[in-house]
RNA sequence: GCGCCUGUGGCGAAAUUGGUAGACGCGCCAGACUUAGGAUCUGGUGUCUUGCGAUGUGCAGGUUCGAGUCCUGUCAGGCGCACCA
């Protein structure tokens, strides 16, 4: 009988549907196992080869994990807001929703027939209301919220506005936008709109005045991770830096327990190395300089500055300014006003990538000093564009001995150059290197500046010692203070654009107020045009019902607005990582309508045991996941706080673009091999009508109408051979392979398979149709176990021969390593090589065990074969309990290695040279005692074979020897 | 510039702790059965050499009885960060 893939696939996907069989409850007696795959933003261009490949890979484990008994979680959803939908929208007017359930559809409808083992009972989308609602609830959390420094961890606002009662911010160590001081009385005497405004500056999600990536071209901000070299991931437009108003998400406060939290979990060494370069931790030190000029006296006026480099301080010789700094203002003088606005001008006018792409030395003089409290020295105090605003204080002290920025901005304004190493040569160039021992500190014959007597010398130190003396110093004498500096910033949580999660916030005379918990969610009220309104207001600002009435506590027309009762919603939307942020909870209890998700469950299902996903959201999903996981440990909500225990990226698959050389100035097509000579264009081709990278010539003329009566040089064979090349897969390439195409044609198991053994899931590959023969051929000589060609039934009551029964278990210990380690590919490859050493094996015991072992990828086979073999009696099947014994393979259990079957004629022995063990090997087992002798003899480089030869190895292999002749 | 990763046949790739390099698959070659083969089966297939044999894991060294694996340098490709003080 033929393996029909196709009836087999279509009984048994409707045998599980109806069964259920994919469906899971939380269940105390059994041990949980949490797998996870990001879920996908349905697209209008639907799957290619591509996007199953990690599905396919967390399947495997999933279902492997079932099969040795683990109650597994797999669910699936859609991260259903996106910007594609709604510039589809502005462009055809269709509403987004529309588009994205058609795209879910269809996305659905492509992933069933992969065989997936998904719960889809529990299915989510972002923009459902009964989903956004637990989005908006969180939000309304951190707006509630403050971060606690010392703590390290988040406490309701109204803690901290008792706080502000009894003591006001003196002493406060929390999270804040800036530092603002104030006693008690003066916080209790503030009218509303001012405690609202102070407040703002400690919540966790906070509206704030900041910097923010504007788009134009999207008509919208952006967060950091979503603009790369100055222009926008999504489209390519240009992204200026401007100053607004927009939500924010505190994620700065948690910067160190993100990078704590990255040794706890198991995520490749290259995604935390990028989280930890995205965080940026930096241990220095604040030193606080006073200012001189005309308009200051001495300790009139300070600032500070932040160095990782306290060992430098007596090589200062200027100071620089950020443009954008606050100071610039207090600290020009009258006579270099006009320059300064001048250069503040011309840096404002440049754009974020100018500045990023040419590193030009620019700056001008502000007409201060500021006096270097170690050497009481004034230093000329510069604005350059070199410092940035958003780190540190916004301004630094220049070592250009030793830092190259320093360094080149002072070669350019002749500014004085101090070396303070041993032996550095400073004439050409910095030396930037953290070693060496100190001189110059303080200057031989100069007196340093004393402190209750006390005086800074770090000459003879190494620069490690010298950092720290300078700290101890600086704290000891309250000259500044140790500071830690993250470059981590703060997240902007609003975009201005139709298709996201509204906001639950309506603004009452100038201050935002939350809707009250219970009235949530506040639905995405409908509009009928996606773009901004004529006055330059977001899309929201189209819609009439967009209003909140306070009293009846309900969502009304905006013409109601009467700023006493009734008064206008956010017109902000949310990003997209707000909905993808705590998903993964909400798959453990999706339909509660009480919690985001139910105690029990949480205590349940716990956190992602394996997290499989793209590693391009290292620096956004992935933070802000973590981020959002935190706070809602920190609320009691999450049991754990890291949400993805292990995180495996699986690559990316690129396209196999195929050509075909056109004759120049022809319609006549020269086969690859037959090219040289002809003067010849390649055109790309549908990759579709190419085989093995040999053209269905028929098929190209039918492709376009311009081929039609195309003519072909073939080559000897009487083929057209194909060029190809790597690109990325593109509509436009014309080397999208669809998977729905391939099951079509191969079968859901062999595309499982193939898609496998393809190379590791972590590796980046392009796809080549070519090798899936080998997966399908494999899948029919599986099917040949169990039937000859004419149909018959294989399998009987044999006992399988010692042969037979080791083959099979060199086979469950290989796979089952392998699938710990996600090695599919070479897992695969041990079945090969199983199914060809067990083709005469009849025995049913045997080939139950193989079954199951395959069942994990290619479940289909798997489970029409299973059911044929359930003739066996129960206890020989393995199945775990009697109300189970009629069902699925999915419930019968992995096949335990067992070590005995494995030992034959062999044992493992090691050999010596010079009483040291260099090496073990394999030898049989009867003449163990015979080489024990043989190596005896050995000295240290030869051994003595009982013919007199003289050996320099021996390795021996199951069945022979193989003796290594010294040369 | 700094940090991380990867370099193995015509192709995708294997190779416990250093121990037969190239498993397995594709492709290719030969043969069998065929009217036929983009079906199936069998055998072969790193390179050079008629053969014996030599040689071979980006390149150059080193450690070792022994190196794809460890160390140093170097080249190439990829990724991340990037006036972050």
Redesign the pocket.
């Known amino acids: 009988m033929e393996y029909n893939f196709r009836d087999i696939e279509k009984k048994w996907f409707s045998y599980w549907k109806d069964q259920q069989t994919y469906k899971v409850k939380e269940d105390a007696n059994k041990k949980k196992f949490y797998v996870l795959n990001m879920f996908p933003y349905p697209s209008g261009a639907g799957l290619h080869v591509g996007h199953p490949l990690g599905y396919i890979a967390s399947d495997i484990y999933a279902r492997y994990k079932r099969l040795q008994g683990f109650n597994v979680l797999n669910p699936m959803g859609y991260d259903a807001y996106g910007l594609p939908a709604e510039q589809y929208a502005i462009q055809t007017g269709q509403h987004p929703e529309v588009t994205t359930n058609a795209n879910i559809a269809r996305y659905r409808e492509q992933l069933d027939k992969i065989g997936f083992c998904f719960d889809w009972d529990r299915e989510v989308r972002t923009c459902d209301p009964i989903y956004y609602k637990w989005t908006q609830w969180a939000f309304q959390k951190m707006y509630n919220s403050f971060f606690c420094n010392k703590d390290q961890k988040a406490y309701p606002i109204e803690e901290l506005i008792a706080r502000f009662e009894k003591k006001g911010s003196v002493d406060l160590n929390v999270a804040c936008s800036e530092d603002i001081l104030f006693t008690a009385d003066e916080w209790n005497s503030y009218d509303e709109k001012k405690k609202s405004d102070i407040l703002m500056n400690y919540r966790i999600a906070f509206m704030g005045e900041t910097m923010v990536n504007w788009c134009a071209g999207l008509g919208t901000v952006l967060a950091?991770?979503e603009v790369?070299d100055g222009v926008s991931v999504r489209g390519g437009f240009p992204v200026e830096q401007k100053k607004m108003r927009q939500w924010c998400l505190r994620v700065s406060a948690y910067s160190q327990r993100l990078l704590d939290g990255l040794e706890t979990i198991q995520w490749?060494?290259?995604i935390k190395?990028?989280q930890?370069?995205?965080i940026?931790r930096?241990e220095?030190t604040e030193v606080e300089f006073k200012v001189w000029n005309d308009n200051y006296n001495e300790n009139e006026k300070s600032f500070t500055?932040?160095?990782?480099?306290?060992d430098?301080m007596f090589g200062v010789t200027f100071m620089?300014l950020?443009p954008e700094s606050d100071l610039v203002k207090e600290l020009t003088t009258a006579e270099q006003k006009e320059e300064v606005e001048a250069y503040v001008k011309y840096v404002a006018g440049r754009t974020e990538r100018e500045?990023?792409i040419?590193?030009?030395?620019?700056g001008v003089f502000s007409g201060s000093y500021a006096i270097n409290p170690f050497t009481g020295e004034k230093n000329p105090i510069w604005i350059?564009?070199?410092?940035?605003?958003?780190?540190?204080?916004?301004?630094?002290?220049?070592?250009p001995a030793h830092?190259?920025?320093?360094y080149?901005f002072a070669k350019h304004f002749n500014l004085p150059i101090i070396p303070l190493i041993e032996g550095a040569d400073v004439s050409e160039e910095s030396y930037?290197a953290k070693e060496g021992i100190v001189s110059n500190s303080p200057a031989p014959g100069k007196e340093p500046m004393t402190f209750d007597g006390e005086a800074l010398i770090l000459n003879g130190m190494t620069v490690k010692e010298a950092i720290a003396a300078t700290k101890k110093f600086v704290k000891k004498h309250n000259i500044g203070r140790v500071k830690v500096?993250?470059?981590l910033r703060d997240a902007i949580f609003s975009r201005q654009r139709y298709w996201g999660e509204p906001f639950p916030v309506y603004h009452k005379n100038g201050i935002p107020q939350m809707i009250p918990e219970e009235c949530l969610p506040i639905e995405l009220p409908q509009v009928d045009k996606f773009l901004p309104t004529e006055t330059g207001e977001p899309p929201l600002g189209n819609a009439t019902k967009w209003a909140w009435d306070e009293k009846n506590r309900q969502v009304v027309d905006c013409s109601a607005i009467d700023n006493e009762t009734i008064f206008p919603l956010e017109l902000y939307t949310m990003p997209g990582f707000a909905g993808s942020s705590a998903y993964y909870l909400r798959y453990m209890d999706p339909k509660n309508e009480e919690a985001l998700v139910s105690k029990e469950a949480d205590d349940y299902w716990q956190n992602v045991d394996l997290y499989v996903g793209g590693?391009?959201h290292?620096?956004g999903h992935l933070i802000y996941s973590r981020f959002w996981c935190k706070f809602l440990y920190d609320l009691g909500v999450s049991c754990k706080d890291e949400p993805f225990q292990k995180l495996i990226n699986q690559?990316m698959i690129q396209g196999r673009s195929n050509f075909v050389y056109r004759i120049k100035d022809t319609n006549t097509f020269v086969s690859l091999d037959k090219k040289d000579g002809y003067d010849v264009t390649p055109i790309h081709v549908d990759v579709n009508i190419v085989?093995?990278d040999?053209l269905?010539v028929e098929a190209f003329k039918q492709w376009r109408p311009e081929y039609n009566d195309a003519e072909f040089v073939l080559n000897d064979?009487g083929k057209y051979v194909c060029g190809w090349a790597v690109e990325k897969m593109s509509k436009s390439m014309f080397n999208v392979v669809n998977p729905d195409m391939i099951v079509e044609k191969y079968g859901a198991d062999t595309l499982r398979l193939y898609e496998m053994?393809?190379?590791?899931v972590e590796?980046?590959?392009?796809w080549?149709t070519?090798?899936?023969?080998?997966?399908?051929?494999?899948l029919?000589?599986f099917w040949?176990l169990f039937y000859d060609r004419d149909g018959n039934w294989l399998p009987n009551d044999d006992q399988p021969t010692a042969e037979q029964e080791k083959s099979l278990h060199k086979l469950i210990k290989k796979v089952t390593?392998?699938i710990e380690q996600f090695?599919y590919?070479?897992s695969?490859?041990?079945?090969?090589?199983a199914v060809?050493e067990l083709?005469k094996c009849r025995s049913k015991a045997v080939l139950k065990d193989l079954v199951v072992l395959i069942a994990p990828f290619a479940p289909f086979i798997a489970e029409e074969l299973f059911q044929s073999l359930k003739s066996l009696k129960s206890e020989e099947c393995r199945v775990k309990s009697e109300e189970s014994a009629g069902g699925s393979v999915c419930d019968a259990q992995w096949p335990v290695f067992d070590e005995s079957k494995m030992k034959d004629s062999e044992i493992t022995m090691p050999?010596q040279?010079c009483g040291?063990?260099?090496?073990?090997?394999q030898v049989p087992a009867d003449a163990a005692k015979d080489v024990v002798e043989q190596m005896a003899l050995t000295d240290?480089?030869t051994a003595k074979y009982t013919d007199g030869k003289q050996i320099?190895?021996t390795?021996v292999?199951?069945g022979?020897i193989?003796n290594?002749v010294v040369?």
């Open positions: 950091n991770d790369v490749s060494d290259s190395e990028t930890k370069n995205w940026g930096s220095g500055i932040f160095t990782t480099r306290a430098t620089v950020a500045r990023q040419d590193h030009k030395v620019t350059s564009e070199y410092v940035l605003a958003g780190y540190g204080t916004g301004a630094i002290m220049a070592v830092d190259s920025r320093d080149a930037d500096n993250y470059r590693s391009e290292a620096t690559g085989s093995g040999v269905d064979e053994f393809l190379g590791p590796q980046s590959k392009p080549d070519n090798g899936i023969d080998g997966c399908h051929r494999f029919k000589k040949g390593q392998d090695s590919n070479t695969i490859s041990a079945f090969m090589i060809s083709q050999v040279f040291k063990t260099r090496f073990t090997m240290d480089r320099v190895k390795i292999v199951p022979k193989i290594i040369r």
